[in-house]
């Protein structure tokens, strides 16, 4: 496959039903984008592609205000901060960036969330959401026991197990709780690896290479995707087979993924901006949560790990 030798063992959700609902060309629709990833960015490119099987048609009838802020949350606080001038129609963050947006009422703001919305604040329930908020969540909580049985499915002799984690992340503590309980119950020590932003990032791979642990299970969420590269080869370096949450890792270098498909996700994520723009209040449009995932293996680092 190119560049990125990694087979996905269940396709996701790019296939579903693709429909073109005619739009009215007289009317512009302003979305404002705020994110912590950087351009060229695979998760604008499916939320596009989403809007555009919807009929909307940059330039015509919808116009994307693009608002990057990689690894400085006051940019993106004052990015969000626009948004209070009341001049879009919709808002969508990406990763982190929603934390910039908790404060934000004026609009109606669509998410798409590796952690708890309903613990970092962001709706009511995930059926209710109650107010400005709604979007998606990518189940980590929910996918973090299985993970751990899949790592054990490949590693049979799987003992001791790193748990890298940035513990800043909404939730971050119920998915270590159900990693923990997966681990104990296949006999696998999990050595708990926490750290808080970039700056922790070198002590803690430090910590995890100290540990002479079998493998390495990394929570997916913004920080390690935008350092997964940077984790990806570290594991290779000390020979760790690793598990990760999305297929983004393995492109970098990880050896499996298991989770939702983001690109999918954020196609998906169009529907409700679709709706919102039609007028439905994200109040009463349940967060979405994936039902099909996928299982990623990048061939080339099982090769180098032999």
Not at 137 to 148: I, M, P
């Amino acid at each position: 496959m190119e560049r990125r030798e990694f087979i996905a063992l269940v396709g996701a959700a790019m296939a579903w039903p693709v429909a073109a609902f005619a739009q009215d060309s007289t009317r512009i629709h302003r979305i404002f984008w705020l994110s912590t990833q950087s351009q060229p960015d695979p998760f604008l490119d499916g939320f596009r592609e989403g809007l555009r099987a919807r009929g909307y048609v940059e330039g015509k009838n919808l116009v994307l205000e693009l608002h990057y802020a990689i690894g400085n949350p006051q940019a993106l606080r004052e990015a969000a901060s626009a948004l209070r001038r009341g001049q879009v129609d919709l808002a969508v963050s990406s990763g982190p960036a929603t934390r910039a947006m908790t404060e934000v009422a004026e609009v109606p703001v669509l998410f798409a969330l590796s952690g708890d919305p309903v613990a970092l604040g962001l709706v009511r329930s995930l059926g209710q959401p109650g107010g400005n908020f709604t979007g998606s969540t990518f189940l980590s909580l929910e996918l973090a026991g299985k993970r751990v049985e899949l790592l054990k499915e490949v590693l049979p002799n799987l003992r001791k197990l790193a748990v890298l984690s940035n513990a800043n992340h909404p939730g971050e503590q119920s998915e270590w709780r159900s990693t923990k309980e997966a681990a104990q119950k296949l006999d696998i020590v999990p050595h708990y690896v926490p750290f808080s932003g970039a700056n922790e990032l070198d002590g803690a791979l430090g910590s995890v290479g100290e540990a002479h642990a079998d493998a390495l299970l990394v929570f997916p969420d913004a920080l390690t995707m935008v350092h997964r590269t940077r984790i990806a080869e570290f594991a290779i370096a000390q020979r760790l087979p690793s598990m990760f949450g999305w297929s983004e890792y393995c492109d970098a270098g990880g050896l499996l993924s298991y989770g939702a498909n983001q690109r999918a996700t954020y196609f998906w994520l169009a529907t409700y901006a679709d709706r919102i723009l039609r007028g439905e209040k994200p109040a009463n449009l349940p967060v979405h949560q994936p039902t099909k995932f996928e299982l990623v293996v990048n061939l080339r680092t099982a090769e180098l790990l032999g």
